[in-house]
């Protein structure tokens, strides 16, 4: 207890350094791992849920806010008894008690599907399916604050075929070291060449396995063809499922108390990130350095001549941040068209939230009616999307093209509307 409160208070003392010292604030954009359905965040599920949604048009996702044990009595009433169904359960780390643990293995044996990607997964799950876990060396690549070009590899469903997937963050290392071989594939591998997507087939259903829940979060998913990870995930997953679950359940309660009845003795402190420093001797040394560093440092200029007023400033829109900087990469590798088309996804969204109008049909009428809303002239409303429509029919397109339609929505947003207009 005593170490655990000494290391919260370093990196307090370091935060204030970051934000206090010089009386100004960072803003930067959340790095939360929720991966909530609605999170737009950097770290949020917002692109997987709304793509699942597209992939399986036909079929209603069901979002779950029970514990696994509670909600498969549910879940086996919507079923019915009939086909199969999939659950989609993504989360930082997955804490359970025995029933819930022996509720998802039950759902699976009954001949369903379940996807689960997680840095952390208790010991009550993977010991009712003999499998262990190393994830030692992605935490210590955290702890030290370690970036760089990371990548994963997936097996493609078509023998021999393998696709690599890149982004710029903390690397993939977890990773999955003993299972049953006789009833197990390996589906893809972290950049260490250690598997760390199974397919684990357990009675009549099915177990999808993946240690890098980060691969399905916005950042990794709009950074490059990454989208085409979710793609190729989905892909083995049985088609045809009768009913679809998406979990909002255990990404809010992955650290809530465990129950005492549950026969484990593990509580949240037994896969802390100061418990794999204290395993390392020397990043314990180093830790325990810079805590009295920064220690000393605060108490040699804790007196100052006057306090520090800090800037009350409007709240961020960290989601346009966001956006900006996945932009801002976009360009770098000058995918013009990419760039465009996005644009132009944002555009018409504007137009349905801000004016209330269905842009599947663009035409005169629809041009007239958002020239005389907007209080933009129906002439500049046309040569928008007459140039919008040049831009979507290329395959390529150039800078000074691009510069051109950016022009033109930016004019439309900065014109104020005409009195008299509707």
């Not at 979002?63 to 989360?91: Q, W």
């Not at 780390?93 to 819930?100: A, F």
């Not at 900006?324 to 944002?346: C, D, F, P």
């Amino acid at each position: 207890m005593y170490g655990k409160q000494l290391y919260r208070w370093g990196i307090y003392a370091m935060l204030l350094l970051l934000t206090g010292c010089n009386g100004q604030k960072i803003h930067l954009p959340s790095l939360n791992e929720t991966f909530l359905k609605n999170d737009k965040k950097p770290f949020g599920g917002y692109v997987m849920y709304h793509h699942l949604k597209d992939m399986f048009s036909d079929q209603y996702v069901e979002t779950i806010t029970k514990p696994f044990d509670v909600a498969l009595n549910d879940i086996r009433e919507y079923d019915n008894g009939t086909g199969h169904s999939l659950f989609i359960l993504i989360t930082k780390n997955l804490v359970l008690n025995d029933k819930e643990a022996g509720a998802m293995v039950s759902y699976i044996k009954e001949g369903n599907d379940l996807l689960l990607s997680a840095d952390y997964i208790d010991n009550e799950l993977l010991e009712k399916i003999d499998l262990s876990e190393y994830r030692d060396s992605e935490i210590i690549r955290e702890v030290a604050g370690k970036m760089n070009e990371t990548y994963l590899r997936l097996n493609l469903p078509k023998a021999g075929s393998v696709r690599e997937f890149k982004y710029y963050y903390y690397p993939f290392l977890n990773s999955y070291e003993e299972y049953d071989s006789l009833n197990t594939r390996v589906l893809g591998f972290n950049q260490a060449g250690k598997p760390n997507f199974l397919l684990m087939f357990i009675g009549k259903g099915r177990l999808y396995l993946n240690a890098a829940p980060r691969a399905f979060s916005n950042y990794f998913l709009l950074s490059g063809n990454n989208y085409k990870y979710l793609d190729d995930v989905l892909s083995y997953v049985r088609s045809d499922p009768k009913n679809i679950y998406w979990d909002e359940y255990y990404k809010s309660k992955s650290f809530r108390k465990r129950n005492p009845d549950s026969g484990s003795g593990m509580d949240r402190t037994s896969f802390s990130s100061f418990n794999v420093i204290n395993k390392n001797p020397p990043l314990l040394w180093a830790f325990w350095l810079a805590v009295i560093t920064i220690l000393l440092f605060i108490l040699f200029n804790i007196k100052r001549k006057q306090r520090a007023i800090n800037e009350v400033r409007p709240n961020a829109n960290t989601t346009l941040v966001f956006t900006e900087t996945v932009g801002r990469l976009y360009l770098e590798k000058k995918n013009n068209k990419n760039i465009a088309e996005k644009m132009i996804t944002y555009f018409y969204e504007q137009i349905r939230n801000k004016y209330f109008m269905n842009t599947d049909k663009i035409d005169n009428t629809f041009i007239d009616i958002l020239s005389k809303k907007s209080g933009v002239e129906f002439a500049m409303v046309e040569s928008l999307f007459d140039t919008i429509k040049t831009v979507q029919d290329r395959e390529e397109i150039s800078d000074k093209e691009l510069l051109s339609l950016n022009r033109l929505i930016q004019n439309f947003y900065k014109l104020k509307p005409n009195a008299g207009n509707i």
